[in-house]
C-alpha cells in the first residue's frame, strides 16, 4: 500500500440505519447519536509527513459515518531521543542536551514543511512548534531547580507527544477535517509514580468529559496526547513506555467508544512477533483473556493494561495496519460477542471497515 491519503472509495461503512442509534432526550424529542470510535495512531504510523497524512486519510474516511476521537503516540524514535536528553543531562551534559532539543524541534519543524500547508496554517502551527520548542529548552536550563529524576524524565518525554498532536491535527486539518490537538495532562489524573503513573480511571473521565464531549458534538476530531497524565497538583507523569495503547483504552473509555482501534504497522496480533517468527499466524478473534495473556508475555503490538479497562466495559478492541488498512485487524471481545461473530457471521467488521475487492465490507 502506498502512503498516499486513502480514497474515499475505499472507505465503506454501515449504512446510515446501521449506524445510527436514538438518543431521547426529556420532553419526547430525539436525535440520532452517531457511533463514536476512538483511533489510535502508533509512532510508526505518525513518522513523517507523507504517513501523517495518510493516516488522517483513514480519520477522514471515519468521520463520514461516525464520530472520532484520536489518541497518538510520539513519532517512532522520538521517545528515546528526550529520554537520551534527560540522561544527558542528569550526567550534566548540558551543551549537548541542548544541541539534542533543538533537533528534537528541527524534525518537527521539517514535518511541518512536508505537509505543505498553507502559509496562514504554516506560519501557526510553527508558532506552536516553536513554543514547544522553546519550553522544552526552559525545562533543560532550568531543569536541577525545578524537577529531578523520574519528574524530570516525564516532563521532557510528554513532548514527543506534544509535539506530534499538533502535527497530526495540522495534519487532519489539511485533509479536511476540523481538528484540535488536546493534552491529556489537561484531564488525565494519576498518581505520582513517575515513569509509571496509574491513572484515576474515573476522575479522568468526568474531567475529560468536559474536554471531549463537546467536540465530538461539534464535529471536530479531538487529538489526544498518548502516554502523559497529571498528578492533581499538576505535574506531569507518564504511564509507561508503549503505555499509548492504554492511553487510547482511557481515552475510549471517557468518550464511551463503540471501538478502540490500535493502528499500528502489522496486520493485527499474531501468535508470535510476525517481524521475527515466519511462523507466526495471524490470529482474527481473540477474547480480552488471550489478548491480556499475549499481551502480558511480551507481545509488543498491544500494551497489556488495555485489556482490563476493556473487558470491563465490554469495549470493542481492534488491531489494525495503518499501511495495509483493507485488512480486517484483529478484534478483541467478550466471548459473548466473539461467539456471536463466530457463529452468526464471519463478517464482523470494524465500524469503520475498508471495502475488500468485492466491493463489500471485509
Ligand atoms: P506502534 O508504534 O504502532 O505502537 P509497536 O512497535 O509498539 O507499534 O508494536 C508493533 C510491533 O509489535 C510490530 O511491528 C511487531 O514487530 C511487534 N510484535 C511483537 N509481538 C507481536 C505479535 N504477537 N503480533 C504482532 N506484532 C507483534
Ligand atoms: N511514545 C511513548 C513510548 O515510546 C508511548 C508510546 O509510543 O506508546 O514509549
Ligand atoms: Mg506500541
Not at 500500500?1 to 440505519?17: H, I
Not at 498518548?226 to 497538583?233: M, V
Not at 483504552?249 to 499500528?264: F, K, Q
Not at 490470529?283 to 483473556?289: A, T, V
Request: with cysteine; glycine share 8%; net charge negative.
Amino acid at each position: 500500500m502506498s502512503l498516499e491519503n486513502v480514497p474515499e472509495e475505499l472507505a465503506a461503512e454501515r449504512s446510515p440505519a446501521e449506524l445510527h442509534e436514538r438518543v431521547h432526550y426529556p420532553g419526547g424529542a430525539s436525535k440520532p447519536r452517531r457511533n463514536v470510535v476512538a483511533f489510535k495512531f502508533g509512532g510508526s504510523s505518525l513518522l513523517g509527513a507523507d504517513r501523517m497524512l495518510h493516516a488522517a486519510g483513514l480519520v477522514r474516511a471515519a468521520t463520514r459515518a461516525s464520530s472520532v476521537t484520536v489518541v497518538v503516540s510520539a513519532m517512532k524514535g522520538v521517545t528515546d531521543h528526550l529520554l537520551s536528553i534527560a540522561r544527558a543531562l542528569a550526567d550534566g551534559k548540558l551543551v549537548h542536551a541542548r544541541r539534542e532539543a533543538e533537533l528534537v524541534l528541527l524534525l518537527h519543524l521539517d514535518v511541518l514543511h512536508n505537509l505543505q500547508l498553507s502559509e496562514h496554517d504554516d506560519l501557526r502551527v510553527r508558532r506552536e512548534l516553536q513554543l514547544l520548542g522553546r519550553d522544552l529548552l526552559q525545562e533543560i536550563l532550568v531543569h536541577g531547580s525545578v524537577a529531578t529524576g523520574a519528574e524530570l524524565f516525564d516532563r521532557l518525554a510528554s513532548f514527543g507527544e506534544r509535539f506530534s498532536a499538533r502535527l497530526f491535527a495540522a495534519a487532519l486539518e489539511e485533509s479536511g477535517v476540523p481538528a484540535v490537538p488536546v493534552t491529556s495532562s489537561d484531564f488525565v489524573l494519576t498518581c505520582n509514580t513517575f515513569r509509571d503513573a496509574q491513572p484515576h480511571l474515573e476522575k479522568s473521565k468526568q474531567r475529560g468529559r468536559d474536554v471531549l464531549l463537546p467536540l465530538l458534538e461539534a464535529g471536530i476530531v479531538a487529538v489526544v496526547t498518548g502516554f502523559i497524565g497529571a498528578t492533581p497538583d499538576g505535574r506531569i507523569t507518564t504511564l509507561g513506555r508503549n503505555s499509548s495503547d492504554f492511553s487510547g483504552a482511557i481515552i475510549a473509555h471517557v468518550v464511551d467508544a463503540d471501538e478502540l482501534v490500535i493502528w499500528t504497522d502489522v496486520d493485527g496480533i499474531y501468535t508470535a512477533n510476525p517481524n521475527e517468527s515466519a511462523e507466526a499466524r495471524l490470529l482474527h478473534e481473540l477474547s480480552y483473556d488471550e489478548a491480556h495473556a499475549l499481551a502480558a508475555s511480551g507481545a509488543k503490538v498491544l500494551h497489556a493494561k488495555v485489556l482490563p479497562l476493556a473487558a470491563k466495559t465490554e469495549m470493542v478492541v481492534w488491531v489494525r495496519n495503518t499501511f495495509n488498512p483493507q485488512a480486517r485487524g484483529t478484534r478483541i471481545g467478550t466471548q459473548r460477542s466473539l461467539q456471536d461473530s463466530r457463529t452468526a457471521s464471519k463478517d464482523s467488521v470494524p465500524i469503520c471497515s475498508i471495502s475488500t475487492q468485492q466491493g463489500g465490507a471485509a
